[in-house]
């Protein structure tokens, strides 16, 4: 085996998004693509010769063939151990799982998460610190630089690992070591949740669909739901991870999730439905006739969480993204505990976990996770519930209810304008930003402005700033609206809107004609017809 050094030239636009580098697949097939983001990664990684790497992705399409260049990438720069999914296989919470388990240096996920897949899909790279999180922002800011200077990478000339063989094999000087992509996940859901309990649940008749939606759930929820805690079989379905996730879009939304909708709002409807999505770390919560949001989930997990085992001295804090509800804050102002507000992207609560500031973290956009990883994580958001409603007996719908008689409900939606031409939607967030001052404390319709601003963030672990993170419209009546460009496409613009008013009498309203007069208001006040020409949003949730 020989170190081969292949001359190569900066590509345009290697800039990591909220969680890593997306492009379609056709793009991370044209070499030198690929190679020079990790060469960009690995030139980052300061004494990472000797050290354990930890690899793995969704099993969507090219996750095999990426995988090979990246091990022979890994050992050609000196990487000491790589540990890798059976198959190239594993989700995201459980890479950061077995990062934080094995005590690597780091890892590469490759992932585009609840993007499409398949030959025609998309493709995602990203690197997760020691920590098992994201890598923050002056991390992904060193990659990025580097992809921009970079002249050269090297590679193993080796013939391609067999990665459907458990154990150890050996790559020039490297140690690659295919391990159960499951197993330690599993062995962390124990320790964390009352299983017995949730055995007696469906010993008891309870059941439940999980739609692993053909993404790498599948395994974990069945091994899991299936194997462990005696779910009937056929609990889980679409469990098997395909190339294409069978040629669907694996995003655990009511759009995407739309058979599952419409199961669990008809007759025989079972206890509980969920989804996860493509890499494994969003998830869908759906009761008899009731659609659980993302904000409703995380608010009622928080509010209930010390009935698991893991969380049964408490919360030390909670965390949620600015754009999501804040649903969780009542919760958090209740428990007395602090509430954190962050830019989205999960990389953000990362230094909340380590410091010891926050246990419960969430995202609108149907991610939930705790301190036990360093990734939100579909499963064990789904299982944690199981435990819930074990201990306290009852339903979703009738658990979220309750919740909302002692809370309040937090009635929000968000609305996403998708395939924007890119410049449009850059010039309504300009113009929007440069009319804040003159927003600030007008009257708009009904409402009036108390503030407008773009959210800044300062961490209050390490000081760093991170600004233009969303425009907010605050207005008196404690109802808000943000704009926001999202950074997970890989086409276009994605403009999303988010809506919320808070009321504590009308609990039983229509999310969307509750909110329409809000929704209208948010139209007009970006123009967002006139500039984009949409006269709606492609999806609603």
């Known amino acids: 085996m020989t170190i081969r050094t292949v001359p190569t030239r900066p590509i345009l636009g290697q800039?990591?998004?909220?969680?890593?580098?997306?492009?379609?697949?056709?793009?991370?097939?044209?070499?030198?693509?690929?190679?020079?983001?990790?060469?960009?990664?690995?030139?980052?990684?300061?004494?990472?010769?000797?050290?354990?790497?930890?690899?793995?992705?969704?099993?969507?399409?090219?996750?095999?063939?990426?995988?090979?260049?990246?091990?022979?990438?890994?050992?050609?720069?000196?990487?000491?151990?790589?540990?890798?999914?059976?198959?190239?296989?594993?989700?995201?919470?459980?890479?950061?799982?077995?990062?934080?388990?094995?005590?690597?240096?780091?890892?590469?996920?490759?992932?585009?998460?609840?993007?499409?897949?398949?030959?025609?899909?998309?493709?995602?790279?990203?690197?997760?610190?020691?920590?098992?999180?994201?890598?923050?922002?002056?991390?992904?800011?060193?990659?990025?630089?580097?992809?921009?200077?970079?002249?050269?990478?090297?590679?193993?000339?080796?013939?391609?690992?067999?990665?459907?063989?458990?154990?150890?094999?050996?790559?020039?000087?490297?140690?690659?070591?295919?391990?159960?992509?499951?197993?330690?996940?599993?062995?962390?859901?124990?320790?964390?949740?009352?299983?017995?309990?949730?055995?007696?649940?469906?010993?008891?008749?309870?059941?439940?669909?999980?739609?692993?939606?053909?993404?790498?759930?599948?395994?974990?929820?069945?091994?899991?739901?299936?194997?462990?805690?005696?779910?009937?079989?056929?609990?889980?379905?679409?469990?098997?991870?395909?190339?294409?996730?069978?040629?669907?879009?694996?995003?655990?939304?009511?759009?995407?999730?739309?058979?599952?909708?419409?199961?669990?709002?008809?007759?025989?409807?079972?206890?509980?439905?969920?989804?996860?999505?493509?890499?494994?770390?969003?998830?869908?919560?759906?009761?008899?006739g009731l659609y659980v949001t993302p904000s409703d989930s995380l608010a009622v997990l928080a509010a209930n969480a010390h009935l698991a085992p893991g969380y049964a001295k408490g919360l030390a804090g909670v965390a949620r993204s600015m754009p999501t509800s804040r649903a969780v804050d009542r919760v958090a102002e209740k428990l007395g505990i602090a509430c954190h507000e962050t830019p989205t992207g999960w990389k953000f609560f990362g230094n909340l976990m380590d410091a010891g500031k926050v246990t419960l973290c969430g995202e609108e956009s149907f991610g939930t996770g705790s301190a036990h990883v360093r990734e939100k994580d579909g499963l064990w958001a789904v299982l944690l519930w199981l435990n819930i409603l074990a201990v306290r007996g009852g339903d979703v719908a009738g658990l979220v209810r309750a919740h909302w008689q002692e809370f309040g409900r937090n009635y929000y939606t968000r609305h996403d304008y998708e395939g924007l031409d890119a410049g449009a939607a850059a010039a309504l967030m300009d113009e929007l930003r440069a009319r804040l001052p003159e927003l600030q404390g007008q009257k708009l319709g009904e409402e009036t402005v108390a503030t407008a601003d773009d959210f800044s963030y300062t961490d209050p672990v390490d000081g760093s700033v991170s600004r233009g993170q969303g425009i907010r419209l605050l207005f008196a009546s404690g109802a808000r609206i943000v704009f926001r460009l999202s950074g997970t496409g890989t086409e276009g613009a994605t403009l999303r809107v988010y809506v919320e008013r808070y009321e504590k009498g009308r609990l039983e309203e229509d999310t969307q004609a509750f909110l329409a007069p809000l929704v209208r208001l948010a139209g007009e006040v970006a123009g967002i017809e006139a500039r984009t020409g949409r006269r709606g949003p492609d999806v609603i949730t």
Request: charged share 20%; aromatic share 6%.
């Open 15 to 288: 800039k990591p998004g909220t969680s890593g580098l997306r492009k379609r697949v056709s793009t991370f097939q044209e070499s030198p693509y690929l190679e020079n983001f990790v060469q960009a990664i690995l030139d980052c990684l300061d004494g990472v010769e000797g050290q354990t790497l930890v690899v793995g992705g969704d099993g969507r399409f090219f996750n095999r063939r990426a995988i090979q260049t990246i091990l022979k990438m890994a050992a050609a720069n000196g990487v000491g151990r790589v540990l890798v999914g059976q198959d190239g296989l594993l989700s995201t919470p459980a890479a950061s799982c077995v990062i934080r388990k094995y005590r690597a240096y780091g890892g590469i996920i490759l992932s585009a998460s609840h993007n499409p897949g398949g030959p025609e899909g998309d493709f995602g790279v990203k690197y997760n610190i020691g920590n098992g999180g994201p890598a923050p922002e002056k991390v992904t800011e060193a990659i990025f630089a580097r992809t921009q200077t970079l002249g050269a990478y090297a590679i193993l000339e080796a013939a391609d690992l067999d990665l459907s063989r458990l154990g150890e094999q050996r790559l020039s000087g490297m140690v690659v070591e295919v391990i159960d992509p499951v197993a330690d996940y599993v062995a962390l859901m124990e320790e964390l949740l009352d299983f017995e309990a949730i055995r007696r649940l469906f010993a008891g008749g309870f059941k439940m669909r999980f739609d692993a939606m053909h993404a790498i759930t599948g395994p974990y929820a069945s091994a899991i739901l299936e194997g462990r805690l005696g779910a009937p079989a056929g609990t889980v379905v679409n469990g098997t991870p395909l190339p294409d996730f069978g040629g669907g879009h694996p995003d655990p939304n009511l759009h995407h999730c739309a058979a599952l909708a419409t199961l669990m709002n008809g007759p025989g409807a079972p206890d509980l439905g969920a989804a996860s999505d493509g890499d494994g770390d969003r998830n869908l919560i759906h009761g008899k």
